[in-house]
């Protein structure tokens, strides 16, 4: 009889580390990859030489510009200006996305609540992650960091985690 409850006291302990180990590599899939991933793309834009990101960016300012061509409104700004609103607003929007997959991680292991040590650390993160990626492009032909670069960044993973978390809070209050 020792023997039986020995085994069925040891059967539920290697349940529970089963368990513990599953939560522990679906918050992993679930939550750290998609950081890591963003990331790796990120890493992956900042890589290109000077040419090819010009070339990438510009081949997108002429198609908005022809279409503001076409509904009249290329006397309001010039597709230099254009290009330029494009290359920041790409950079706004990789880490709003960025910001909000990073709040996402930290407020799911915070069992979902939400905090403003949780909101600061998601904001100082991808702000870290900014200025690597700006010192990465230092090493980038025909590419400079830029501490502009690094606010914009900021800005928009700012932007990213409050409207993650507004979006969060209307939903919980639509599901009560």
Not at 13 to 41: D, N, T
Not at 100 to 119: C, D, E, P, Q, V
């Amino acid at each position: 009889m020792e023997l039986n409850e020995c085994l069925r006291s040891l059967s539920m302990c290697f349940e529970r580390i089963q368990s513990a180990l599953m939560k522990k590599s679906m918050y992993i899939v679930s939550y750290i990859f998609p950081v890591f991933i963003w990331m790796g793309i990120i890493v992956w834009f900042s890589a290109q030489p000077a040419t090819d990101s010009g070339a990438m960016s510009g081949s997108i300012t002429a198609v908005f510009f022809s279409l503001l061509d076409h509904i009249g409104l290329t006397r309001f700004i010039t597709e230099d200006m254009l290009h330029h609103i494009i290359r920041k607003g790409a950079h706004f929007i990789i880490y709003f996305i960025l910001g909000m997959l990073i709040y996402r991680a930290l407020r799911f292991k915070n069992h979902g609540k939400t905090s403003l040590k949780m909101i600061g650390m998601g904001i100082v993160i991808s702000m870290l992650y900014a200025c690597s990626d700006e010192i990465h492009q230092l090493f980038i032909d025909g590419r400079s960091g830029q501490i502009k670069d690094v606010l914009i960044d900021t800005s928009g993973s700012m932007f990213g985690i409050l409207l993650f978390e507004l979006a969060k809070k209307r939903f919980e209050m639509t599901v009560k």
